[in-house]
């Protein structure tokens, strides 16, 4: 297996979240032109008083992107879609978007990392061990039927798979 380098990312979005999750992906997929993307969990919110489920994701993107860099696009498109990253209650609040870097990668050599050492948050662990499993073709687990997400362009979330940017293309879409 080649040897990859990157970050897994956390994305999650409980205000119109079908409709954020397809934007939240394709930005990053403009932006670095390919994604190994989970399976999209429906989770009930977790540590925060709400009605509205989240939809959530691991992705993992190949890039030698420094952590900060990574962090500020991130951020730009959180605000994009409508976080306010200056509330101080923002980590407790619904949101549009959330993109979290939940660590740096090297693959294969660290595809046996614990799931317990990215997050704490374990309603996450099923689908980063499908996606390590996805990446290193060693599907061991799982998870729950994935959501649907679908756009024009778009169509991802019921297993793990990997979406490709074709810059080149005259409507410029995702295939």
């Not at 969990?41 to 992705?59: A, C, E, H, Q």
């Amino acid at each position: 297996m080649m040897q990859r380098q990157g970050y897994l990312l956390g994305l999650g979005s409980n205000i119109s979240p079908q409709d954020n999750m397809a934007a939240m992906v394709t930005a990053l997929v403009r932006e670095f032109g390919e994604l190994n993307i989970s399976r999209v969990l429906k989770i009930p919110p977790v540590g925060m008083n709400s009605y509205r489920d989240f939809l959530n994701t691991i992705i993992f993107v190949e890039t030698d992107l420094p952590q900060s860099e990574l962090k500020v696009f991130c951020n730009q498109i959180e605000t994009q879609l409508g976080r306010d990253r200056d509330d101080p209650l923002s980590k407790t609040k619904d949101r549009p978007a959330d993109i979290d870097i939940l660590c740096s990668l090297k693959l294969p050599d660290e595809a046996e990392i614990t799931v317990s050492s990215v997050t704490d948050e374990y309603f996450l662990y099923p689908i980063i061990r499908e996606l390590l499993g996805y990446l290193t073709e060693t599907a061991e687990v799982t998870p729950p039927e994935g959501v649907l997400i679908k756009t024009s362009h778009l169509s991802f979330g019921e297993t793990a798979t990997t979406i490709y940017w074709n810059g080149s293309a005259s409507n410029k879409g995702v295939f």
